[in-house]
């Protein structure tokens, strides 16, 4: 998070870190894969609700995009606020389809070039992602 992020879209960053600790010369996970992190500050989202289906769709686009995926540990964090005045319910339809629609933009962005996610893969804790 000490570095600007890699990818942005209106609502979400993406930060990314390198699996091995430059100073120490040590892996910071045990497996080299794709480790996925999420910050939702309740500044952006109040309703305790918003944002666990949030954090639900991030995990559910990452599992999709698993194979594209780059070996890094990624952090997907809540820059600003849904609009209530759009999105009243908190777990709208229109809200998730948003949400979805930005998280695969985001995602895009640090795909490796010529990696596509397997269509139909979903993958398990011990899989391509791993949620930290």
Do not use: C
Request: hydrophobic share 50%; net charge positive.
């Amino acid at each position: 998070m000490a570095g600007s992020p890699v990818a942005k879209t209106p609502h979400f960053a993406l930060h990314r870190a390198a699996l091995s600790s430059a100073h120490e010369g040590r892996a910071l996970f045990p497996v080299a894969d794709a480790w996925l992190g999420v910050l939702l500050p309740k500044r952006w989202a109040k309703r305790a609700v918003t944002r666990n289906a949030i954090r639900r769709q991030i995990y559910e686009v990452a599992r999709e995009k698993a194979g594209g995926l780059p070996q890094a540990a990624l952090v997907v964090r809540l820059r600003s606020e849904f609009s209530r005045q759009q999105f009243v319910s908190a777990t709208s339809d229109a809200l998730k389809r948003a949400v979805r629609a930005e998280l695969v933009q985001l995602l895009e962005r640090v795909a490796p070039r010529g990696a596509a996610a397997v269509p139909g893969h979903a993958t398990s804790a011990s899989g391509d992602f791993h949620a930290v």
